[in-house]
């Protein structure tokens, strides 16, 4: 079994925090990218911060620089997104997936959201 649970989201005020997860199981994910996704009403789904395993590399979107931070638990075989300073444009359902690392970049994997296994998305909403 290959699977990917997410959890974390809620309702954030503007300036507000809060650290989404996704944990792996079936697989262990020291051979995958790891990548987080958001898709808002009426847009398209865009990459947020991928985090390869095999080499450390990580990505963020222009709009996350600064605020948001990709990590992993080896013992949990999670990865976590932190995500600081938070802003109503982020205000989005979130989604991960996993694509062995073999076969894709942070660069690649985050300009193809419709690429890998994907978790079940969990919502945040940033609002006053």
């Known amino acids: 079994q290959l699977q990917l649970v997410e959890s974390g989201g809620g309702l954030v005020q503007p300036g507000g925090s809060l650290r989404l997860s996704c944990a792996a199981s079936g697989f262990t994910l020291d051979y995958y990218v790891i990548g987080w996704f958001r898709q808002a009403p009426g847009k398209e789904r865009e990459g947020v911060s991928c985090?390869?395993?095999?080499?450390?590399?990580?990505y963020y979107a222009d709009s996350v620089k600064g605020r948001f931070t990709i990590s992993r638990n080896n013992a949990k075989n999670t990865v976590y997104l932190q995500m600081n300073s938070l802003k109503p444009e982020d205000t989005a359902v979130y989604y991960c997936a996993a694509v062995d690392s073999l076969i894709t970049t942070v660069q690649a994997m985050c300009a193809r959201p419709d690429f890998g296994s994907w978790g079940q998305g969990t919502q945040v909403t940033v609002s006053s």
């Open positions: 985090f390869s395993s095999s080499d450390g590399s990580t």
